[in-house]
């Protein structure tokens, strides 16, 4: 009897209990939802408890006239954390429900997120579709210069060098126009780049095994030169020794060490101009802003 009157006189402890954890819960909270608090908490860095705030009050208030502009600093807060999907829902729900000002914003805003996400065609067309609606506003240089970042990414120096010069024109005057004039520039300068031509390593090392390998660089030339002398030899020993059978099976060796050595030659030009790219384009996220 006394264990069962203890145990039901433990009740209110498992009330108790009960009630901490859910105090401890954002959503459970009783001090009423603030918006000013989840802005200061965004202002100051704080991302994941400022997007706790955004929720709570949300929860509390789904009706409320700045739910566009919540949903937008929430979308922020995700790409901030590196939640790239749940960001884009919530910016194009941002971009939905507001007004002008906010469409601005929030399609700037997921752009980044994009470009972050490596969804570089995605990203230009949102930056193309603000260009096209916002032409003589801020916003407009704003996503050319992105679109310029993504055209830089993907390697497409003639198309960046374009979308930087129209950033530079929306924006001039302006430090992203300054930004973007020198990005232009040093896209014209990586279009200039010393570049070797894969068909012309090919067509060298056909003639002579090894040279188009040797031209980008490549010190590999001179084995695969090496080697086809060295078959080229014993070929030739072995028809003049009579040795028929040896010199079918070099033959068809020294065949396909031309042919890969063909090969070779005009991957190790592409591979040398692949590099050059990069050094540039690691030289030029060096010294410019990412979006």
């Known amino acids: 009897m006394s264990s069962g009157g203890e145990l039901s006189g433990m009740w209110w402890v498992w009330v108790f209990a009960v009630y901490s954890s859910l105090s401890l819960n954002p959503f459970f909270r009783y001090e009423p939802a603030s918006v000013e608090l989840a802005n200061l908490l965004f202002q100051s860095g704080d991302y994941r408890q400022a997007l706790v705030e955004y929720k709570r009050f949300l929860h509390y208030k789904p009706e409320d006239p700045r739910r566009p502009y919540l949903m937008f600093r929430m979308g922020v807060c995700y790409s901030k954390l590196g939640k790239y999907d749940k960001a884009e829902r919530m910016l194009r729900k941002a971009l939905e429900a507001g007004d002008e000002d906010l469409r601005e914003r929030a399609g700037i805003a997921l752009i980044r997120t994009l470009f972050l996400m490596d969804r570089y065609d995605s990203a230009k067309l949102m930056a193309r579709l603000l260009m ?81 390998q040797l ?38 060796g020294l065949g396909w060490a031309h042919l890969m050595n063909i090969r070779q030659a005009g991957r190790s030009a592409a591979r040398y101009n692949a590099e050059l790219e990069t050094r540039l384009l690691n030289d030029l996220r060096k010294a410019h802003t990412l979006p």
């Open 215 to 252: 031209i980008g660089g490549d010190i590999k030339g001179a084995i695969w030169l090496a080697g086809e002398l060295i078959l080229g030899y014993l070929l030739v020993d072995s028809v003049e020794s009579g040795r028929y059978f040896d010199a079918v099976l070099l033959g068809a």
């Open 132 to 212: 096209e609606r916002y032409g003589s506003r801020p916003v407009a240089a704003e996503a050319a210069y992105l679109r310029g970042w993504c055209f830089l990414n993907e390697g497409n120096w003639f198309e960046a060098a374009l979308a930087f010069r129209r950033a530079a024109e929306m924006g001039k005057g302006t430090e992203l126009g300054l930004e973007a004039t020198r990005l232009a520039e040093g896209c014209l300068e990586a279009i200039r780049l010393p570049r070797r031509s894969p068909s012309k390593a090919r067509a060298l090392s056909a003639l002579i095994p090894g040279m188009g």
